[in-house]
């Protein structure tokens, strides 16, 4: 069964920093062309992309408006996938998800969209206010 639990949200002012977790089990990684991804919802708004990264290789992508203020990285050891977020603004506050999927061999990561995903977390809340 694969799972992913994400831990690490909260409150932060603006200019803070947060960094979120996402510990996922049951996926062997090395198999396959897996992309591990942040999304985030506002309620009323669509699930947007934050950033994603393939799992074997570590390409990278980021929307623009977490360009220059996050960044997104996996830890092969326990399977864990962070998301450090600094410079934070109001408009950051979402409610992040991350998710993963084994993408088809041809499928690049500039294609991937929510509903390329295969697996979620719970989500965890971001407010930043002040």
């Known amino acids: 069964e694969v799972q992913l639990v994400e831990s690490g949200g909260g409150f932060v002012m603006p200019g803070g920093s947060l960094t979120l977790s996402c510990t996922v089990t049951?996926?062997?990684?090395?198999?396959?062309?897996?992309?591990t991804a942040w999304f985030r919802q506002d309620p009323g708004k669509e699930r947007e992309l934050v950033a994603a990264?393939?799992?074997?290789?570590?390409?990278?992508r980021y929307a623009e408006s977490a360009k220059g203020r996050f960044t997104i990285s996996r830890d092969h050891s326990d399977n864990t996938l962070s998301l450090e977020m600094s410079s934070l603004k109001p408009e950051d506050t979402a409610v992040y998800f991350c998710?993963?999927?084994?993408?088809?061999?041809?499928?690049?990561?500039?294609?991937?969209?929510?509903?390329?995903?295969?697996?979620w977390g719970q989500g965890t809340q971001v407010t930043v206010s002040s």
């Open positions: 998710a993963t999927a084994d993408l088809p061999d041809s499928m690049e990561i500039r294609s991937i969209t929510p509903q390329s995903m295969t697996y």
């Open positions: 990264i393939m799992w074997r290789g570590g390409r990278r």
């Open positions: 049951g996926v062997a990684f090395m198999n396959g062309h897996w992309v």
